[in-house]
């Protein structure tokens, strides 16, 4: 029942910006932590950026300074800011979320399809 959208990828030169948004959708009870993933050709899926419930952020040390996470509680989306691109920032873009749906009391990871992130040098 739960779904999670992104959106905001595209082409861009090297220095430039980008914002992905990511909502989440369906029958859902709340929300604990909200992230981003990416993922580039043969390399493993990591971490980008979270934001807890209360606003508090984690960035992996490549981005820190230049992206970006926030999150509207309403809404139920997060959003990653993506300022002074670089080559190596190319890859795709996973939304992911733990939240827990109106039908369970459990908690679960949920993601999205990826969205497509490329920067040219």
């Known amino acids: 029942q739960v779904q999670l959208v992104e959106s905001g990828g595209g082409l861009v030169q090297a220095g430039g910006s980008l914002r992905l948004s990511c909502a989440a959708s369906?029958?859902?009870?709340?929300?604990?932590?909200m992230g981003w993933y990416r993922q580039a050709p043969g390399k493993q899926r990591e971490l980008v950026a979270t934001?807890?419930?209360?606003?508090?952020?984690n960035y992996t040390d490549s981005v820190k300074g230049r992206f970006t996470i926030s999150r509207d509680n309403v809404k139920n989306s997060v959003y990653l800011q993506m300022n002074s691109l670089k080559p190596e920032d190319t890859a795709v873009y996973y939304c992911?979320?733990?939240?827990?749906?109106?039908?369970?009391?459990?908690?679960?990871?949920?993601w999205g399809q990826g969205t497509q992130v490329t920067v040219s040098s």
């Open positions: 369906g029958s859902i009870f709340s929300i604990n932590v």
């Open positions: 992911n979320a733990n939240l827990r749906s109106r039908s369970s009391f459990n908690t679960y990871a949920y």
């Open positions: 934001v807890a419930s209360g606003g508090l952020t």
